[in-house]
């Protein structure tokens, strides 16, 4: 074990340059799978007619892939219909539907949690079903949806190290190449990409549960 040759300045740069990666492209696949699963999850609720039959579909069947083969797909798959993503693109991509399948489960079942008899209220006292869903049911239904939300994105950001499969710079990737140089640096540098993945997933941990304690 090199503590001092793994943990050398060009090495360090060179792997956070890869955790700076994983940080963004976690990030806009946050952003945006919770936009897309948000909005999927709404529709699927409101049970509107084929359209919500059409939207179950497609989420089962993204929530039943795995996500290498999802990240295949977008890269190597994608090129052939005429739609060519660079690596960052194409992780992004990847990683967006897919989350965005599971959240938009998990606000499905979140709205579907609400007692029917709020929403009868709300219907009784002139809202339309609209209204209803907007001013009743999201509030109420977010709040629940706090932790299995936070779960999925915590789970995102790990899931970003299987973009090494198509040669993302990212945390794991820039640490295999430093680990190939000396196999003598694995250990430090493992053990350094293990404190950067918890302590990010920690911070999300904690901001989750003082949301939901501030909800409550």
């Known amino acids: 074990m090199d503590i001092t040759g793994a943990f050398s300045y060009h090495n360090l740069i060179f792997v956070m ?25 709404t529709l ?22 795995p ?3 999802i990240l295949f797909f ?11 993503l660079g690596v960052m693109s194409s992780a992004i991509v990847g990683l967006a539907v897919f989350e965005a399948a599971m959240i938009s489960e ?20 002139g809202l339309t079903y609209a209204q209803t869903v907007w001013h009743i049911v999201l509030p109420q239904g977010l709040r629940r949806m706090v932790p299995p ?14 973009a090494i499969v198509i040669s993302l710079p990212e945390l794991m990737h820039n640490s295999k190449i430093v ?3 000396n196999f003598d640096y694995t250990l430090p540098i493992l053990a350094l990409v293990a404190v950067l993945y918890f302590a990010v997933n920690y911070a999300l941990s904690l901001a989750a549960k003082r949301l939901e ?3 409550v």
Do not use: H
């Open 67 to 69: 996500l290498l083969l």
């Open 74 to 84: 977008t890269y190597f798959a994608m090129p052939d219909v005429g739609i060519k």
């Open 149 to 162: 939300i936070v779960s999925q994105f915590i789970s995102l950001l790990k899931d970003t190290s299987l």
């Open 17 to 41: 340059k890869g955790f700076g990666i994983t940080l963004w492209v976690a990030f806009v696949a946050i952003v945006l799978s919770f936009v897309l699963g948000s909005i999927t999850g």
């Open 44 to 65: 699927r609720y409101m049970r509107i007619p084929v359209l919500s039959r059409i939207l179950g579909v497609l989420v089962e069947l993204i929530r039943n892939l």
């Open 179 to 181: 680990i190939a140089q």
């Open 106 to 125: 998990i606000v499905r079942s979140g709205l579907s949690s609400i007692p029917i008899g709020q929403i009868e209220a709300a219907r009784s006292s």
């Open 213 to 215: 304690n501030k909800w």
